[in-house]
């Protein structure tokens, strides 16, 4: 991402990577060691995102967003803000209400988090994304303050009634970030 980032030039294809990571606690720039509670044997790394400590693991969704910001007129927050509503649409379509919370990025179900947000952003593109909680074990998130907030509760599409199928899930995902972003999706292997 950061090298994708890097390299681009003006006019460089935008581009959506859509993967699951191995068990990992990810902390952003704005992380606090006390909110990593019981990291346990699962490995913490720092990373140049915002936002603070989440959980990635296999059964989650991760969707990086390397977009130029600049030849859309996008800012961060208006990204952040259609990101959430790729998510709350995608969710609707699962028979799913959700919703935002002011002043804490992501998307909630019943208050519970189901997907979480980190941007990075440089020279006017960004790189990281959002994680979508799918099928997974959903224990590490006890071992720390999900994105910072003590005791806050995460959920998943398998607790929902949701499909658990990653390669489905991704593919509506990015059918509504397209729609939300005004895209046109074409794919690369």
């Not at 935008?14 to 509670?37: C, K, Q, S, Y």
């Not at 130029?68 to 959430?84: H, N, Q, S, T, W």
């Not at 059918?175 to 005004?182: E, M, W, Y």
Request: a neutral charge; one cysteine or more; aromatic letters at 6%.
């Amino acid at each position: 991402m950061q090298r994708y980032t890097d390299e681009r030039a003006p006019g460089s294809a935008d581009r959506l990577w859509l993967l699951e990571h191995p068990p990992v606690f990810t902390l952003g720039r704005a992380a606090r060691r006390e909110h990593l509670i019981e990291p346990g044997g699962i490995p913490v790394v720092r990373t140049d995102r915002g936002g603070q400590v989440t959980y990635h693991g296999p059964g989650q969704l991760m969707a990086y967003l390397l977009l130029d910001l600049r030849p859309a007129g996008l800012g961060v927050r208006r990204l952040v803000g259609l990101m959430e509503q790729a998510v709350i649409g995608l969710l609707a379509d699962y028979g799913i209400g959700a919703e935002t919370r002011p002043g804490a990025p992501g998307v909630y179900v019943e208050g519970r988090k189901i997907a979480a947000l980190g941007l990075r952003v440089r020279r006017g593109c960004t790189f990281h994304g959002l994680a979508l909680n799918v099928d997974m074990d959903l224990e590490p998130f006890s071992r720390i303050d999900p994105c910072g907030y003590p005791g806050l509760k995460v959920t998943q599409l398998s607790d929902l009634g949701g499909p658990t199928d990653l390669d489905q899930v991704g593919a509506d995902l990015t059918r509504h970030l397209a729609r939300q972003l005004d895209y046109t999706v074409i794919y690369e292997k």
